[in-house]
C-alpha cells in the first residue's frame, strides 16, 4: 500500500481542476483529491484543516462546498464523454471521504451537460450590488427545473413579507458575527492572495436589502443611510433539501452548483447570505417564516443557502472573487495527509485559488 508522488494523469488534471472551481466558505476550499492508479478513479476528500471553525462549527458548509465540488467532477466526466460512477461516502468510518468517482460507459454528452461545462470556469460569486436588469421569469422557472433534478428544491422569494423576514434574518446574524471578536478576526484571514481578494470586499456590505459580510470592518466606520439600502438587490432565492443530514448536505451543494452554473451560462451570478443559516435559532426561523421547500413533519431541513441571482454590473474595483479560471494549477502536498486504503494512489493537492 503506497501513495505516491508522480506525475497525474490527464484525465485526473481535468478533474481537478473542475472540482477547484467550486464555490466555497470565503474561498476556504475545504477539500484535496486522490488519483486512483492512473486515471482509473478520483477521490474527493473534506479538509478539515480547512473549515472555518467559528463559522461552520458542525462542518456544514464545507460538506455543502465539497458537493459542488462533486458535481464539477461529475460534469467534467461526462465532458470527457464517460458516465461518472459515483459513490458518495463511500467508507462509513471516515465522513471526510466525500465521493470516489469512476470512469463508467462511454456515452456522449447532452447539450445540457455541455452548456454547464462550458460554465464552469465562468461561474464566480459576485459581492455588492448588482445591475438594474431583472432575472426573467423564464431563467427562474429553469433554475427551479435544474434544482429538482438535483432532489432539491428552489423557492424565489418573491413576497414582500417574507423578503423583509429573511433580510431581518439576514442583518441580525451579520450584526452578531460583526460583534464577536474573534468571527471577526476568523474572517479578516479570509481576504488575501489565496482567499478573498481585497478589491472583492470592498462594497459596503450594508448597501443592499440583505446585508453582506463585512470582511474589511467599513460598518464600523461608515453608515449607508436607509434611503441608499436595498438598492442592486435583484431576485432573492432559498434552496431546500428534504432532510438535514451529511447525506443532503451534499445533494444541496451539487443542486446548487447545478443551479449557478445554469445561471452562468445565461451570464446571470449570485451572491451568498448564509448568515442566518449558521445560528441554530435563526435557521429555524428562516425555516418557520420564509422557506416553504419539502420539510418532513419535524420540520428539519438544509437550507443553502439564501442567495441573490442578478445580472451584475461590471465593478470597477473588480467585485467578482477572482477572474474566471484563476488558480486551476495542481502541486504536490504535503506526505502523509490522509491515511492510504488502495495502491498506486496519487494525492492531487489544492490550488492555490478558484472562483469563489
Not at 447539450?111 to 448588482?130: I, Q, S
Not at 441608499?228 to 438535514?244: E, F, I, N
Not at 474595483?317 to 498506486?344: I, N, Q
Request: net charge neutral.
Amino acid at each position: 500500500m503506497s501513495v505516491t508522488h508522480e506525475k497525474p494523469g490527464r484525465a485526473a488534471q481535468h478533474l481537478a481542476r473542475a472540482a477547484a472551481s467550486a464555490p466555497s466558505p470565503h474561498n476556504s476550499q475545504p477539500w484535496f483529491f486522490v488519483e486512483e492508479g492512473y486515471d482509473r478513479g478520483f477521490e474527493l476528500h473534506a479538509d478539515g484543516g480547512r473549515r472555518m471553525v467559528l463559522t461552520d462549527p458542525a462542518g456544514r458548509e464545507m460538506a455543502i462546498a465539497c458537493g459542488a465540488a462533486l458535481f464539477n467532477v461529475r460534469i467534467a466526466v461526462r465532458h470527457l464523454g464517460f458516465r461518472p460512477a459515483v459513490d458518495v461516502l463511500p467508507d462509513p468510518g471516515d465522513q471526510d471521504y466525500v465521493a470516489r468517482v469512476g470512469f463508467g460507459a462511454h456515452a456522449p454528452a447532452t447539450d445540457e451537460e455541455e452548456l454547464l461545462a462550458g460554465a464552469m470556469f465562468h461561474r464566480h460569486t459576485h459581492r455588492g450590488p448588482f445591475g438594474p436588469e431583472p432575472v426573467s421569469e423564464d431563467l427562474l422557472d429553469a433554475l427551479r427545473e435544474q434544482a429538482r433534478a438535483e432532489g432539491a428544491f428552489l423557492q424565489v422569494i418573491d413576497s414582500p413579507e417574507k423578503l423583509e423576514a429573511l433580510s431581518d434574518l439576514v442583518r441580525i446574524a451579520e450584526q452578531s458575527d460583526r460583534a464577536d471578536f474573534w468571527h471577526t478576526v476568523e474572517l479578516g484571514r479570509c481576504v488575501g492572495p489565496s482567499g478573498v481578494p481585497v478589491q472583492a470586499c470592498r462594497p459596503h456590505p450594508d448597501l443592499t436589502l440583505l446585508a453582506a459580510r463585512d470582511y474589511l470592518g467599513l460598518a464600523r466606520r461608515h453608515t449607508v443611510p436607509t434611503r441608499r439600502q436595498g438598492s442592486g438587490t435583484g431576485a432573492v432565492a432559498v434552496l431546500s433539501t428534504p432532510y438535514d443530514n451529511r447525506a443532503d448536505w451534499l445533494l444541496a451543494g451539487q443542486a446548487l452548483q447545478r443551479v449557478l452554473l445554469y445561471a452562468a451560462h445565461h451570464g446571470v451570478m449570485a451572491g451568498f447570505h448564509t448568515q442566518p443559516l449558521e445560528h441554530p435559532e435563526l435557521r429555524a426561523a428562516l425555516r418557520r417564516h420564509v422557506a416553504a421547500g419539502p420539510l418532513p413533519a419535524d420540520g428539519a431541513a438544509s437550507r443553502p443557502p439564501p442567495g441573490r441571482l442578478v445580472h451584475p454590473t461590471p465593478p470597477a474595483h473588480g467585485g467578482a472573487d477572482t477572474p474566471p479560471g484563476a488558480g486551476s494549477a495542481l502541486k504536490t502536498p504535503r506526505t502523509g495527509s490522509f491515511s492510504t486504503r488502495l495502491a498506486e494512489r496519487r494525492l492531487l493537492s489544492r490550488p492555490v485559488r478558484g472562483p469563489a
